[in-house]
């Protein structure tokens, strides 16, 4: 079964960091471009980050440049999302998803960012 | 950024009666590689996005025929034939065409 989980998420101070992480099974992760999509409580869908197969490419919302790091490790099918310097707007359910038609999605990690 | 723009906001529609959401962007989404990456995503209430149609008129795997999307260029359209009480959510289109990758506001589609 195609499957994407994600963890790390948690309540943590503004200016605080956070590791959010996403293991995927079922297919070769290797190949796949890889996203962060995150929805702020009672809001829509805002794509955060990309990363490409093999790491080759990346790109980040304006919202997060600076400040989140995506990386991938393929031997451990597992795509990451450093998050530095949080403010409150980064509160979110953040789902990883996969490809550019963002085919399958996990069921998100919620970060809440509060003093 | 393409700014996606959809309609309407809220769409209270019978059961067994069709549905119709609209879906504009603010540029053409033809991709350079020829495709066009418009997909539709519902997002079921307490349940993560799920992806329904992709490059305009594809259904993904597992998603009944009830669901078909349309359109071309800037201009795109999602159908339900039949609405089922299943149907009930937030439905998103989104652009894969140009970094940043951008959503539409959502369409509730509700049961009258």
């Known amino acids: 079964e195609v499957q994407l989980v994600e963890s790390g998420g948690g309540l943590v101070h503004p200016g605080g960091s956070l590791r959010l992480s996403c293991t995927a099974s079922g297919f070769t992760f290797s190949g796949y471009g890889m996203h962060w999509v995150r929805q702020a409580p009672g809001k829509g869908l805002e794509w955060v980050s990309c990363i490409g197969p093999g790491g080759s490419t990346i790109y980040y919302a304006d919202s997060v440049k600076g400040r989140f790091a995506i990386s991938r490790d393929d031997a451990k099918n597992s795509l990451y999302l450093q998050m530095n310097s949080l403010r409150a707007e980064d509160t979110a359910v953040y789902y990883c998803a996969r490809s550019r038609q963002v085919d399958v999605w996990g069921q998100g990690t919620t970060v809440t960012v509060s003093s | 950024d393409i700014v996606m723009t959809q309609t309407p906001l809220s769409s209270p529609v019978t059961l067994g009666q069709p549905a119709s959401i609209s879906c504009r962007s603010s540029?053409?989404?033809?991709?350079?590689?020829?495709?066009?990456?418009l997909s539709w995503l519902q997002q079921r209430p307490g349940q993560p996005p799920r992806l329904l149609i992709y490059?305009?008129?594809n259904r993904f795997s597992g998603v009944p025929d009830r669901f078909s999307g349309s359109g071309a260029g800037t201009d795109f359209t999602l159908k339900i034939s039949r609405v089922e009480a299943e149907d009930v959510g937030v439905y998103y289109c989104m652009q894969g065409t140009q970094f940043p990758l951008t959503f539409g506001g959502g369409t509730k589609v509700e049961i009258k």
């Open positions: 490059k305009i008129s």
């Open positions: 540029q053409s989404l033809v991709h350079s590689d020829g495709n066009t990456y």
